[in-house]
């Protein structure tokens, strides 16, 4: 009875002390914050929410050393969105529903068919010219190497040859398409629903099932090595702030977009912060001296949907028809290959 | 959220004050702490401590999970009478030991599962081709209630109006609805949660199930007409007992029910971790079909 006794004062002093984490911090950087607040005292982030944007992570090279679009480019912007919005709601394909090529697309697997994107509205139209912030040219930093890779694998993406298992890139393998692009990318919409609990705070992402559940409850990062490295989040005021170590790189090739992979030295920075009800600045800060020459730091604005938006299963390698055709096909090239030298 | 403590400290004081033990060990009237918005509070990581994923009725020990018959002994006249033990298949004996099963006492009440006919005989069969069959095998996600005794923790994700159940196995994760939610709009692997407290009971109701799921290692199976009902009741600061009921009337004639404790993990830095077995498992499934294996570094021919 005793012993029984003391374990419930001791998980209250730890409850009471896990309520209030962020009061000190927040009424000293924003006395006046009406952000929600979970039923705990946390900022409150949860919902589902989804890059809805049209700017592009890196500005295009044509803008130049233009920040922003002029009033004009922006109205014009929006009424290809408009046009673009119509044309998939009536089934049309192709360049009419704003289909890129790979090197084009400003979000991940928009080179598919469209209707794999429920783009049921037009995407929000911005004056911002890259989402990159930092460089101030809006354009990703990469090393020689690094360049020479992109331009090796973005050849390779689709075209293969594919020998073996390891030679699609991971999302083909049902692995995943890594962390620097998860909350705002995503070949079948980019969802990521937020759920907090006392201590953690968790992000599902819809596709690969991807998830990360992220302590905010102090502890310091672990020495294990992870594919989603080993993310560490604390509130800074209102917003949180996730710094993520430990990756691993165990993909076989290149990425197709090759600034999403991870690397042993890479350090993932990001901060989470409500500016309205349904918006976020999310702010990703990479440094990563194998792929890039310094950090860089992109700002992305995303929108949470309606409350009874849900993410469902993805059951992607349990359903990976995919994979043996492909190694099949492979194969067949192969043979073909061979017997014609 | 400031009156939260406070409850705690009454729901925590009751708790220590009517704890007591029954017969069966389990205490009989324990009140789980509350949640700042006053629901008990099941967060933690939480792993069972059975044998059940092996098979969830009682079962002996046995050498491995795929056996076969030892030969008839041929040898020294007078030494034939020896008792033969069945014996490994040969993919699996390089294991010994570690490839061994543990008994257990099984999980279902009464030990009986109310198989149709024709379902016992495909059950029997799923048992036969256990390497072949066993969905656990190839990573894929492992349905309900069997994601609960998988050996590898899971942690309850506690919010104000869904739970998560996030497994370690193959990184999978259910969200239980606590509020209304539309129907699901297609079968899937870990099915449609709907939850609610029954007193300090969290109640589960799984639907929508597909029919690729087990239950176990043993071969035992359901469709998708499977229905769920689990129940997760506090029963100290460190122990959850776990209840299901299954439900199936393509496959049983009659629901049926597990029952074993959940324990919950407090070591230190206790949590879930990454276990992606897709890429643990493509060599197994991919490596003959491509121009090369990996694994040898051959031409498949």
């Known amino acids: 009875m005793p012993y029984r006794y003391g374990v419930a004062l001791v998980a209250l002093v730890v409850g009471g002390a896990m309520a209030f984490p962020a009061c000190g911090s927040s009424s000293a950087t924003s006395p006046s914050s009406t952000a929600p607040r979970t039923a705990w005292g946390d900022p409150d982030l949860q919902g589902v929410w989804r890059y809805e944007g049209t700017i592009p992570l ?50 991940r697997g928009n080179e598919y068919n469209s209707f794999w994107q429920d783009h049921g509205r037009p995407r929000q139209v911005s004056a911002r010219t890259s989402l990159i912030v930092d460089p101030p040219d809006g354009r990703l930093p990469f090393t020689a190497d690094a360049r020479k890779a992109e331009a090796r694998s973005a050849a390779r993406y689709g075209v293969g040859p594919f020998e073996s298992y390891l030679d699609p890139d991971t999302g083909e393998r049902c692995l995943t398409d890594g962390v620097t692009g998860m909350m705002w990318q995503g070949p079948n919409g980019g969802h990521n629903r937020i759920v907090q609990s006392p201590g953690f705070v968790t992000i599902l992402h819809e596709e690969y099932r991807d998830r990360r559940v992220i302590p905010v409850d102090g502890r310091p990062h672990q020495n294990i090595r992870q594919w989603f490295g080993d993310a560490v989040g604390r509130w800074e005021g209102d917003t949180l702030i996730v710094d993520t170590t430990n990756f691993v790189d165990r993909t076989n090739y290149e990425w197709a977009s090759i600034w999403t992979r991870p690397s042993e030295s890479l350090h993932l920075v990001e901060r989470f912060k409500r500016i309205d009800s349904n918006t976020m600045e999310y702010t990703i800060t990479v440094e990563d001296p194998t792929t890039f020459t310094r950090p860089w730091t992109a700002v ?42 | 959220m400031r009156a939260g403590p406070r409850v705690a ?39 069972t401590l059975n044998t059940a994923n092996y098979d969830i009725q009682a079962h002996p020990a046995r050498p491995a999970l795929a056996i076969m018959p030892a030969a008839p002994r041929t040898g020294t006249p007078g030494l034939v009478r020896a008792t033969h033990t069945d014996l490994p298949v040969p993919a699996l004996r390089p294991l010994g030991a570690v490839g061994g099963v543990p008994a257990g006492a099984g999980v279902v009440e009464g030990d009986e ?47 104000t109006n869904a739970i ?94 597990i029952r074993m404790p959940l324990y919950r993990r407090f070591d230190a830095d206790a949590r879930i971790r990454e276990y992606k077995c897709v890429e643990f498992v493509e060599q197994l499934m991919y490596g003959q079909v491509g121009a090369i294996d990996p694994a040898t570094g051959t031409v498949n021919r």
């Not at chain 2, 009517?18 to 918005?37: E, H, I, K, L």
């Not at chain 2, 495909?122 to 994601?147: T, Y």
């Not at chain 2, 509020?179 to 109701?205: A, F």
């Open chain 2, 9 to 47: 400290v009454t729901m925590a004081l009751v708790a220590a004050l009517s704890a007591c033990t029954s017969s069966t060990g389990q205490p009989a009237s324990y009140v789980a702490p509350r949640t700042a918005d006053g629901a008990p509070d099941l967060n933690g990581v939480w792993q």
């Open chain 2, 164 to 257: 998560l159940m996030a497994y370690e196995f193959a990184g999978t994760t259910r969200t239980i609805h606590l509020e209304k939610v539309g129907n699901s709009p297609s079968p899937s692997w870990m099915g449609w949660s709907r939850g609610r407290w029954d007193g300090d009971t969290l109640v589960v109701d799984t639907t929508d199930f597909n029919e690729e799921t087990w239950f176990d290692r043993a071969g035992n199976f359901h469709s998708d007409a499977l229905k769920v009902v689990e129940r997760y009741t506090p029963v100290s600061p460190y122990h959850l007992m776990y209840e299901a009921t299954i439900e199936d009337p393509k496959v049983f004639t009659r629901p049926w029910k």
């Open chain 1, 58 to 107: 890196e500005r295009p090279a044509r803008l130049g050393d233009r920040a922003s679009l002029t009033e004009q480019e922006v109205a014009e912007q929006q009424k290809l969105e408009q046009e673009q919005s119509a044309n998939r709601l009536a089934g049309r394909e192709g360049a009419a529903v704003g289909r890129r090529s790979v090197g084009e697309s400003p979000i």
């Open chain 2, 113 to 159: 599962i109310p198989y149709q006919p024709w379902a016992l005989a495909k059950k029997k069969e799923n048992a036969e081709h256990w390497l072949e069959r066993d969905p656990e095998i190839k990573c894929f996600m492992p349905g309900v209630p069997r994601a609960t005794y998988m050996p590898y923790p899971f942690q309850i994700l506690q919010s």
């Open chain 1, 300 to 341: 992305i604005p995303i929108s949470r949907l309606s409350a009874d938006t849900q993410i469902y299963e993805y059951a992607c390698h349990e359903g990976n028809y995919a994979m043996p055709n492909l190694l099949r096909g492979g194969r067949i090239d192969a043979a073909r290959t061979t017997s014609s030298r």
